[in-house]
């Protein structure tokens, strides 16, 4: 379910106005809505804390300038709830992996997905050419971890050498994947501290396998576990 952060009373109340007017006056702006809500709030409340909770509505993104859509009915579209919850469960996939995987055309996941970020459920996060999408919570700077494990390619190589440590001739074969391009995902795995690499003193054999404790780290992360243990500490 996509969470909202709790309204006092006054936030509540003008919350309320905001839906009664958002339809009569389209694009509601602070300098339609202000006035609305002095005129109905005046003998209880101050202009003062009118104005203190119409900006609190703003950080908490219940509406926001220029959109007549409030995040209500944001969390009420069945493929926003779709995005997010596909999103939630995978932080850092990416435009086409979560396009295949609920069936989304590009304009119809640009302007759902615009909308998640515009009130502040999810956040676009940039790597290089690429781009992974996140729940807008702390994932303790994992980002590019998470955006890594969810690529495909990648995902085949960690996949195989959690199993068995290899070299890169066999993680190739194992995965059917191209030498260069099993190399090239390993050096940005061992940049990352995925994945440590392992030469016998008797071998000239480089052999790589996957950083199970910073593995189940990430999974805790996901799953909201780690939360969990720091309030054990």
């Known amino acids: 379910m996509l969470r909202f952060e709790p309204l006092t009373e006054l936030e509540l109340q003008i919350y309320r106005i905001f839906e009664k007017y958002v339809k009569k006056?389209?694009?509601?702006?602070?300098n339609t809505l202000l006035p609305l809500c002095f005129q109905e709030l005046d003998r209880k409340y101050s202009q003062h804390e009118i104005t203190a909770s119409v900006n609190k509505l703003i950080q908490?993104?219940?509406?926001?300038?220029?959109?007549?859509?409030?995040?209500?009915?944001?969390?009420?579209?069945?493929?926003?709830?779709?995005?997010?919850?596909f999103i939630r469960i995978n932080p850092g996939a990416y435009n086409r992996q979560i396009r295949r995987e609920l069936n989304i055309g590009s304009n119809e996941f640009n302007w759902h997905v615009g909308m998640l970020i515009k009130f502040d459920f999810i956040r676009k996060v940039k790597f290089k050419q690429s781009s992974?999408?996140?729940?807008?919570?702390?994932f303790f700077n994992h980002e590019y971890d998470l955006f890594l494990i969810r690529n495909e390619k990648t995902?085949?190589?960690l996949s195989f050498i959690t199993r068995n440590r290899a070299t890169v001739s066999q993680i190739a074969k194992a995965t059917d994947l191209h030498y260069n391009t099993v190399h090239k995902h390993l050096q940005v795995l061992e940049s990352q501290?995925?994945?440590?690499?392992?030469?016998?003193?008797?071998?000239?054999?480089i052999y790589y396998s996957a950083n199970e404790d910073l593995l189940l780290k990430l999974r805790k992360i996901i799953n909201g576990q780690i939360f969990l243990d720091y309030a054990k500490d």
């Open 25 to 30: 006056y389209n694009n509601l702006d602070l």
């Open 60 to 85: 908490k993104r219940y509406f926001i300038q220029g959109s007549t859509l409030s995040i209500k009915e944001v969390a009420a579209s069945r493929i926003r709830q779709r995005l997010l919850d």
């Open 132 to 138: 992974g999408y996140f729940e807008n919570r702390n």
């Open 155 to 157: 995902s085949k190589i």
């Open 193 to 205: 501290n995925l994945i440590t690499k392992i030469q016998e003193s008797d071998s000239f054999k």
